[in-house]
DNA sequence: CCTACCGATCGGTAGG
DNA sequence: CCTACCGATCGGTAGG
């Protein structure tokens, strides 16, 4: 017999609510509620509420390092890569908006060493675009002022669209990361006039 | 004699300790603290603990909104409005970070009636670069295929900022204004080739 | 998977 | 501005 109750479920009932309700103001009792059990039942099949979070977080990291990863082994020149990046950046965060939501919110929810492991896998997550920003330069094919501040922009931008976007919404997934894709490129693209003098790069 | 806990140094803790720790996890006996009294004691000087998140959030939009409306004031094209949006908002995110911070953090730490006042003045606060970028493109000088994507993506953008940006780091405030600016400006020129055919305008 | 319960926390009030 | 305290909440454990 297939349990009713399991750490799919469980994970499941306990995303759905930190991201409506926050981490803090999520109970055991809500989640069990949840799955038709008792807050301390819970107990039989998970640790602790930290580690339900730690999932959630970590979890959501790996997923898009994986298809970060994934689009940049079909190889390409910089742009192509990068419209394939920002492309899978946006399709997680409108397909997964409260795990996106939650792991962006709740950073401080986290003990300090998986607050710790969440932040090193951003920062992974974030360089792979910085690095292609700085190969499209070198190749000049892009011409930005700052790698660094190029790649935030790109990231947060993407990010932002787990908070607005809606299913039900005008625009389809598919839409917006075609659009985002392409005012990312426009960014860097070396055929625009830089507008001031070209200045030497920053990091 | 001046009193040595007022209304705005009680601000001043909460803000931080908001900031730093999240609304719900910040006591009263906390800013108490910071301050060198109990915590009981500072409901001589405010209502509740609500009354203070509530001052940082709505505060906070109508900072943004009275820079956004002093920009708009001075006139010019829409480029020239857009970017003097983009530095006012950049900018405050840079030297506002822990409001803009717990602004976007702690949106469902309010009661229902002041979130939906805060909502409903960010709306506003982007209905305007909306604005102005349609503008733009009904005037020919910028070119884009959705005026609310690349209006959420210019804000979003900013509001990361506020997470990143370090006073002591390598990027000065000015660095920054202008930089996303110009990202900006890159990303709804006209003189940029669209990638793609031309598309009718969604909203 | 449950009830009973521990130990700790916290916003806010009473009454100086 | 303080101490004492209320009433309520909550993560987790004990012991079925």
Redesign the pocket.
Known sequence: MR???DQASIRTASLALFAERGY???????I?AA???????L???V????SLLVHIMIGTMEDLLRAQRLVLGLGGDAPTQLRRMVEAHVRYHAAHRREAFVGNREIGSLDRANRQRVLTLRADYESAFRAVIEEGHASGLFDVRSPRLSSYAIVDMGIGVAVWFRPDGEQSVDEVAYVYADLALRMVAADVQASGAAAPLST
Not at 24 to 30: I, K, N, V
Not at 35 to 41: A, D, T
């Open positions: 349990e009713l109750v803090r103001a999520t109970t055991m009792a809500d069990g799955l038709g059990i008792r807050g301390p039942s107990y039989k099949h640790p602790s509420k930290q």
